[in-house]
């Protein structure tokens, strides 16, 4: 589990963790252009004063435990469903935006299978 190449993925998504989760609190990444059911459901997730706060601490949470290499098998269960609505949300409603989403899933789907010994006594 300590190879390099799991250490440059957690890595690499612990910081684009981080990087997702402080533009939440403090927009330093333009916005794109989203089709209009997409900019619907985001206006709709921001009006409801909450949801995107909880999702940008998460997501601070979890890159911090992934750069730090602290609870990672619990940091990927928590993860895997927010990387789940990500591919979802560029599935149904943006796909220009699928690469992301794709990108982050292969790079979790991988972490869990390099910790599976961590989650295999969940399946006995």
């Known amino acids: 589990m300590n190879s390099t190449f799991t250490t440059i993925l957690r ?3 612990g ?3 981080l990087i997702f989760g402080m533009n939440k609190f403090f ?3 333009p916005i794109f252009d989203m089709a209009p059911a997409a900019a619907n459901f985001m206006e709709s997730l921001n009006s409801t004063g909450y949801v995107l ?3 940008a601490c998460l997501e ?3 890159g ?3 750069l730090f290499k602290k609870w990672v098998p619990f940091a990927l269960v928590l993860l895997a469903p927010i ?3 990500i591919l979802l949300f560029h599935l149904f409603l943006d796909v220009s935006g699928m690469l992301v989403a794709i990108f982050m899933l292969a790079i ?3 972490l869990i299978y390099k910790y599976w010994k961590s989650y295999s006594s969940l399946f006995q």
């Open 53 to 55: 706060y909880v999702v």
């Open 11 to 13: 890595m690499l998504l």
């Open 15 to 17: 910081v684009s963790l």
């Open 27 to 29: 927009p330093f990444i």
């Open 108 to 110: 979790t789907g991988v």
């Open 83 to 85: 990387v789940v609505n």
């Open 60 to 62: 601070l949470l979890i």
């Open 64 to 66: 911090g435990l992934l």
